[in-house]
C-alpha cells in the first residue's frame, strides 16, 4: 500500500490540499478557492485528491496529517491533524527544501504576503501583512477587473510593456484613482499593467523589508508568483534572478506535510488523521458570545454529527478545557 | 473611604507605592477590572481621537471605578518625571487633564496631584501630602508614616522583580510580598525578554496575551522592568546619549542588555499603535539586533486585539528561537 502524508493549507481566499509520497514529492496538489465555508472546501480537496490517487495508485494509507495557513485550527480538527503549524515556519521548511541556499523568500497570497529572511537554512526573521490590500494578490484582481484585462494575462501584458507608467502604490485606493489618472492621459494597458506590478512589488518591498538586507538567492512563491509580469519586477527591484521554485503555489501545505511527516516519524506515534470518511460527516460551526465574565470572548465551536469537537477564542479555557479528553477520543 | 486605582498606564509601575501609602491611611484600594471588551471600547469611545491605545484603555478603567456607586475617589496622578531630567511623554503628563475633560461630570470625584518620582524623598512628601489633604488627612505624621510604608512596598515590589517575577505576580501578591520573594523561578529551556512600557507588556488583553501564550509554551519570560538599572547603564554610548523619555531608555538599553545575555533567546518589543516615543527604542533595538544577530520581533498593540496574524507571528518566532538552539521545527 501507498504510504502518503497529506498537508492542507487553509487560507482566507485560497485552501491547498497535497499529498506527498514517501520521498517528500507531491504526487497531488490542489489549489482551490475557499468558497462558502472552509470546512466544505477543505472536504471537497480531499475528495478530489483521494479519487485522483486512489485512481492511480490503487490503496493509499495516510500516515501523517498536518495543517497550516490562518484556518489551520479549524482544519487541524476537522481531519486530525499531528501538526498545526503556522504559515511562515511551513512555507519556509518546503522553501528550503527546493533552494537549500536561499536567504529571502517573498510570499503573496490572495490576502495577505510575507517575507522571511533565512540564513544558513533557518529562519532568521520574518514580516508579515494581514492588515493591508496593498502588496497582495487581491489588490492584482481588482485591477484587473478594472482595466478589463483577464488576471491569467497580467504578465503576458506587463511584459509587452515598452515604459511602465509610475503609479502611487502605498494604498489601494490611491493607486486606483492614480491608475484611471494615466489610463485617461492616454497610458496603454500594457503600460500601466507593468506599471502596477512594478508598485506592487515596491509597495510590498517597503511595507514589509524596511531596511532589512535583502540577500540572494531570492525565491518567489505563493499565489501570485504565477504572474511572470511581478516576477520581472521584483527581480528589477533587487537586481538578480528571482526563483520560482516547483509548488510555488502550495508551498505552505507541501511544507506542512513534510512537517507533519517527521513528527511521525521521529515520535513513532500513530497518526490522529481521522480517515477519508470524515468527508462524509457532518460538520457544523457556531460563534457564540460567552457571557460568563465581562470579556464576552467570542468563542468559536466546531460540531461534528451532532457532537462539538472542538472551542476556541474564550480567554480562559472555560469552554476549550472542557473538551480535550473527547477530542482525543474521536481521534480514531 | 475608597481610592479607586485604574488598572492601567503608571499602576504598572507605582501601585505598591500607591497602595501602600492609602491602605496605610486606612482606606480601601480597588482597582478596576483587568481589560477587557467592555473597558477597551468605552476608552476608545471616551478618550480623543488620536491618541495611543494605552491611554485610550486607561480612559476605559477610570470609567469603569467613576462608575462605581461606592468609590469615593479615582486616583490619576500627573507623572512629570521619573528621573532627573527625563520627563514622560507629554500624553502622561497630561493626564489629569485628558481625563477632566473626557468625564467633566465626574471631575470631583478625581484625585489628581503632580508627581516627581526618583527625586528624592522630598518632592514624594510634597506630593503625597497634597494627595492627604484631598481626602482630607492634614496629619503630617500620619502621611509621613503611610509615605514610608508605600515606600517600603515599592522597595520590597523592585525585589520581586529583580528575582525576575513579574509585575502581575507582584499585583496577585501585594499583601504577602514576602513570600513571593522567597517562591523559585521556573527555569525553563528557552528564555524571552520582552522590552517596553509596563503598561503595554503587562496588559494581557491589548497585547494578545503574549506572556501567557510564552509561558504556556514552556518559555521563562523576563521583563526590562526587572532589571537594575546599573547593569545597563553602559549602553548609553551605543546610543550616543541617553533618550528624554524615561521608559524608553529602560525599554531600549534593557533591550540591548537582554541582547547581549547569554541565556536570553529573543526579544520581543511591545509597544502601542500611535506611538512615537515607542518608534524610538524600537529603531534602536533594531540596529543591536542586526549587530548581535539576536532575534528580535516587534508587536504593536491596536484596538484590534488578538487578530490571527499576531498569533502566527508569535508561534512563529518561537519556531525561529528553537531552531536556532539547534532544536527542530517539530517534537519538541
Ligand atoms: S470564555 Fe472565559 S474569559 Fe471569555 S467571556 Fe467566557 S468566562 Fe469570560
Ligand atoms: S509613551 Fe506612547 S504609549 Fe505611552 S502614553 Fe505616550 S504615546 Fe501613549
Given at each position: 500500500m501507498k504510504e502518503l502524508a497529506l498537508g492542507i493549507d487553509v487560507g482566507s481566499v485560497t485552501t491547498k490540499v497535497v499529498f506527498i509520497d514517501e520521498n517528500d514529492e507531491v504526487i497531488e496538489g490542489l489549489y482551490l478557492r475557499t468558497t462558502g465555508s472552509p470546512i466544505i472546501t477543505i472536504k471537497k480537496g480531499m475528495t478530489q485528491a483521494y479519487a485522483y490517487i486512489t485512481k492511480k495508485y490503487g490503496d493509499v494509507e495516510v500516515m501523517a496529517v498536518g495543517t497550516t495557513g490562518s484556518g489551520r485550527q479549524l482544519a487541524g480538527v476537522i481531519v486530525g491533524a499531528d501538526m498545526v503549524k503556522n504559515e511562515i515556519s511551513a512555507h519556509a521548511y518546503a522553501a528550503i527544501r527546493e533552494v537549500?541556499?536561499?536567504?529571502t523568500i517573498f510570499e503573496m497570497g490572495g490576502q495577505d504576503s510575507k517575507i522571511i529572511f533565512i540564513r544558513n537554512g533557518a529562519v532568521v526573521d520574518f514580516a508579515m501583512n494581514t492588515v493591508c490590500a496593498a502588496g497582495t494578490g487581491s489588490f492584482l484582481d481588482h485591477q484587473a477587473e478594472r482595466i478589463g484585462v483577464p488576471i491569467e494575462k497580467f504578465g503576458e501584458y506587463a511584459l509587452k510593456s515598452e515604459s511602465p507608467v509610475r503609479i502611487a502604490g502605498r494604498c489601494t485606493v490611491f493607486a486606483e484613482s492614480d491608475m484611471i489618472h494615466k489610463q485617461q492621459m492616454g497610458a496603454t494597458s500594457e503600460d500601466i499593467i507593468a506599471g502596477l506590478s512594478e508598485s506592487l512589488v515596491r509597495n510590498y518591498l517597503n511595507n514589509l523589508a524596511r531596511g532589512k538586507e535583502l540577500l540572494p538567492k531570492f525565491v518567489f512563491q505563493g499565489g501570485v508568483s504565477e504572474n511572470i509580469g511581478i516576477i520581472k519586477a521584483f527581480e528589477q527591484a533587487v537586481g538578480h534572478e528571482v526563483i520560482v521554485p516547483k509548488n510555488n503555489k502550495i508551498m505552505g501545505a507541501w511544507g506542512v506535510a513534510m512537517l507533519a511527516k517527521r513528527e511521525i516519524e521521529i515520535t513513532g506515534r500513530q497518526t490522529n488523521f481521522k480517515g477519508f470518511k470524515i468527508t462524509e460527516l457532518k460538520h457544523d460551526t457556531r460563534v457564540f458570545y460567552c457571557d460568563g465574565c465581562a470579556n464576552n470572548c467570542e468563542v468559536y465551536e466546531v460540531i461534528e454529527n451532532g457532537e462539538t469537537i472542538a472551542y476556541w477564542g474564550d480567554r480562559c479555557g472555560?469552554?476549550?478545557?472542557?473538551?480535550t479528553s473527547k477530542v482525543r477520543i474521536s481521534k480514531k | 473611604m475608597k481610592i479607586g486605582i485604574p488598572r492601567g498606564l503608571y499602576f504598572y509601575v507605582y501601585y505598591p507605592l500607591w497602595y501602600g501609602f492609602f491602605t496605610s491611611l486606612g482606606h480601601d484600594v480597588i482597582l478596576s477590572m483587568p481589560t477587557n471588551k467592555e473597558i477597551l471600547n468605552t476608552g476608545v469611545s471616551s478618550a480623543?481621537?488620536?491618541?495611543c491605545i494605552s491611554v485610550k484603555v486607561y480612559h476605559g478603567h477610570v470609567k469603569h471605578l467613576l462608575g462605581k456607586k461606592d468609590v469615593d475617589h479615582v486616583f490619576v496622578p500627573r507623572?512629570?518625571?521619573?528621573?532627573?531630567?527625563k520627563y514622560t511623554c507629554p500624553k502622561l503628563a497630561a493626564m489629569p487633564d485628558l481625563i477632566k475633560s473626557a468625564f467633566r461630570k465626574n471631575e470631583k470625584k478625581l484625585l489628581s496631584v503632580v508627581m516627581y518620582m526618583n527625586q528624592g524623598k522630598k518632592a514624594l512628601h510634597e506630593a503625597f501630602s497634597e494627595v492627604g489633604k484631598k481626602i482630607g488627612e492634614n496629619d503630617d505624621r500620619k502621611i509621613k508614616k503611610a509615605l514610608k510604608a508605600g515606600i517600603e512596598l515599592q522597595d520590597k515590589a523592585t525585589m520581586c522583580l529583580r528575582k525576575e517575577h513579574n509585575f502581575l505576580e507582584v499585583v496577585s501578591s501585594i499583601q504577602n510580598l514576602d513570600s513571593l520573594l522567597e517562591k523559585p523561578v521556573k527555569k525553563e529551556r528557552y528564555t524571552v525578554a520582552l522590552a517596553g512600557f509596563p503598561y503595554d507588556v503587562y496588559d494581557g488583553y491589548m497585547n494578545g496575551d503574549v506572556i501567557k501564550r510564552l509561558q504556556d509554551t514552556n518559555m521563562r519570560v523576563v521583563v526590562t522592568?526587572?532589571?537594575?538599572?546599573k547593569l545597563y547603564k553602559h549602553y548609553t554610548k551605543y546610543m550616543i546619549k541617553d533618550l528624554f523619555w524615561h521608559q524608553a531608555n529602560v525599554a531600549a538599553k534593557g533591550g540591548m542588555y537582554y541582547m547581549d545575555s547569554k541565556d536570553i533567546d529573543g526579544v520581543i518589543t511591545i509597544s502601542s499603535f500611535n506611538c512615537g516615543i515607542s518608534a524610538v527604542y524600537e529603531k534602536l533595538l533594531d540596529l543591536y539586533s542586526k549587530e548581535t544577530g539576536k532575534p528580535l520581533m516587534h508587536i504593536v498593540v491596536d484596538?484590534?486585539?488578538?487578530?490571527?496574524g499576531l498569533v502566527t507571528r508569535i508561534e512563529a518566532f518561537l519556531d525561529l528561537i528553537r531552531v536556532k538552539r539547534g532544536d527542530g521545527l517539530v517534537a519538541s
Open positions: 537549500p541556499d536561499a536567504s472555560r469552554w476549550s478545557n472542557r473538551l | 480623543v481621537d488620536d491618541i507623572i512629570v518625571s521619573e528621573d532627573k531630567y522592568d526587572m532589571l537594575e538599572p484596538e484590534q486585539t488578538g487578530d490571527a
